[in-house]
């Protein structure tokens, strides 16, 4: 059994990851900003006998950040699932620009993460061979062949360069760091003319983490397995 927390577990993607590792058995400490209004994430955790617990956790807010690590106390952490996220406003093209949007994205992607971990280091550091992963974006890659999306795409450049530091950082430190990008998902974000379901992406963000070893440490992964290009 492995203890896994995740961040954005109340929907999407985070939700049916929350959902897979539970029903295998695993412990999952599923955060999101408001538990209280999470209902599908709260009758899955009625669901599934104790084996998930809702924790409070604004990613952009350090004390809330704060304040789930002080709840969840020492236990260790096997795998970190950084997956929150927003698309950092409406409006973000050349021509008009949320500048407040980019600023949001680039507190809950980018430097959001980073507290999570940071919060969150001892208890990864009491585990056997512990795991973070962090859900990016085909739009970090330099290799994205479109325009637009300034912030949602710099956001996520922004946290593959985040976690490849951390990758360096912990090395010899038996954490193994990597980011993924989720695939086009039938999600709220993603619309209903995406490629994939939550179920797809979930099952093979999964797979990732179990086959990752230290060695990968840093690399930049497609849901399926495959290294995307930077």
């Known amino acids: 059994m492995a203890n896994v927390l995740i961040t954005g ?18 412990r999952v400490f599923a955060c999101c900003r408001s538990p209280g209004k999470a209902d599908a994430l709260n009758e899955l955790a009625k669901s599934l006998g104790g084996r998930v617990t809702l924790h409070a956790m604004d990613v952009s807010d350090a004390g809330s950040i704060a304040a789930a690590a002080k709840d969840i106390g020492d236990t260790p952490i096997d ?44 208890n990864l550091l009491a585990a056997k061979a512990p795991k973070i992963m962090t859900v990016t974006s085909q739009l970090g890659a330099s290799t994205w062949p479109m325009g637009g999306s300034y912030a949602y795409g710099s956001a996520k450049a922004g946290v593959n360069r985040v976690m490849r530091s951390l990758a360096i950082d912990l090395k010899g430190k038996n954490v193994s760091v990597a980011m993924i990008h989720p695939g086009w998902v039938r999600t ?6 995406a490629d994939i379901t939550p179920a797809e992406s979930a099952s093979g963000i999964r797979k990732v983490i179990a086959s990752l070893t230290e060695a990968q440490s840093g690399s930049f992964f497609k849901w399926n397995g495959e290294i995307h290009p930077w």
């Not at 409406?90 to 980018?110: C, H, P, R, Y």
């Open 9 to 26: 577990a109340n929907r999407g993607i985070g939700l049916e990851i929350t959902r897979q590792y539970a029903a295998d058995g695993d």
């Open 79 to 122: 795998i970190l699932i950084n997956n929150a996220g927003i698309i950092g406003g409406k409006n973000q093209s050349l021509e008009n620009m949320d500048f407040q949007g980019w600023i949001d994205a680039f507190t809950v992607m980018t430097v959001g993460p980073f507290r999570v971990v940071q919060a969150f280091l001892k």
């Open 188 to 193: 709220d974000m993603g619309g209903q003319n």
